[in-house]
């Protein structure tokens, strides 16, 4: 059963370490044009209880969200927990406020997972809660960067500009980290959006990577894979080990 899940996603596991604490973590994706052949395979990784949500699903968009969304989580999972895996055990269901939460899993540490969804791909990563973490795909879109830039400050806005190779990966990189910081606090896009105002956005060897004024603790790291950026919340004083490919 284990097996169904490996298939199709794609996995790459994440190196977490700070100075008195290492850890792992997993990243999960699939492309959205994959529905159909993981959709032939539901009840050998769903639990009961994401069958019957997944079979009550009217919206096309939405089951595909769905699906391929609990699909990457168990594949994650799996990445982390190792054979002993067993994905029909494990209910990813959402919580109060609709944040995934992972239930029947046993594992030391407890482990949380991050979903995200665009038109081309969804994604999940797999982290132990003890380290809070959250993830966000967008696509780079020109007609949603003048909406994108209605809720970013001027200079951020700046900053994003002067680092990215592009106005519409500059918005869309700090439009992903407000969405991904908004996930790993649990309070989605609810609040003013300058409250997640990015600091110190960069350019590195391969991603672009920032801060937050309100939020110290934390730290971005974004990657611009074809159509998609993809973005990584994590404590600010972690040092992250992931290999994402190019083929993403
Ligand atoms: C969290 C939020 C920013 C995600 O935006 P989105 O456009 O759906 O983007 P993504 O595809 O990247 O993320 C979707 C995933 O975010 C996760 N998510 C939803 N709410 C979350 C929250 N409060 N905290 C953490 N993660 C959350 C879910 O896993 C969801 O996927 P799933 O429904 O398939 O499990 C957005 O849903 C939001 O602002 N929510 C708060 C407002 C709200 O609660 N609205 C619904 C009331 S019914």
Redesign the pocket.
């Known amino acids: 059963m284990a097996g169904a899940i490996s298939l199709l996603a794609q996995v790459a596991p994440l190196d977490l370490q700070r100075e008195d604490y290492r850890a792992s973590a997993a990243l999960a994706w699939i492309a959205t044009g994959d529905f159909q052949r993981v959709a032939e395979r539901a009840p050998d990784f769903l639990h009961a209880d994401e069958l019957a949500a997944f079979r009550a699903l009217k919206i096309a968009r ?1 089951q595909t ?2 699906l391929l ?2 699909y990457t ?1 168990k594949a994650a999972l799996h990445a982390c927990v190792g054979p002993a895996f067993v994905p029909t055990a494990i209910n ?1 269901a ?2 109060v ?4 939460v992972v239930h029947g899993l046993v594992a030391t540490p407890p482990l949380g ?6 038109e081309r791909m ?1 994604c ?1 990563l797999a982290y132990p809660e003890e380290h809070p973490m ?5 696509e780079i879109d020109a007609e949603r960067t003048h909406v994108m830039l209605t809720q970013i400050g001027d200079a951020e806005a700046d900053r994003a500009r002067a680092a990215c190779t592009s106005p519409d990966l500059a918005a869309t990189v700090v439009w992903s980290a407000k ?2 910081l ?9 609040c003013p959006f300058e409250i997640f105002e990015t600091i110190e956005l960069e350019a590195r060897d391969g991603y672009y990577a920032g801060r937050f004024k309100n939020f110290a603790q934390y730290k971005f790291h974004s990657w611009h894979r074809q159509t998609s950026v993809l973005t990584l919340v994590l404590p600010r004083k972690t040092e992250l080990g992931l290999a994402l490919p190019h083929t993403l």
């Open positions: 939405r969200s769905y969304g609990r989580a990813v959402p919580g406020f609709n944040q995934p997972v991050s979903i995200s969804h665009s969804v999940a959250a993830i966000d795909v967008e969405e991904a908004s996930k790993a606090l649990r309070c989605g896009m609810t």
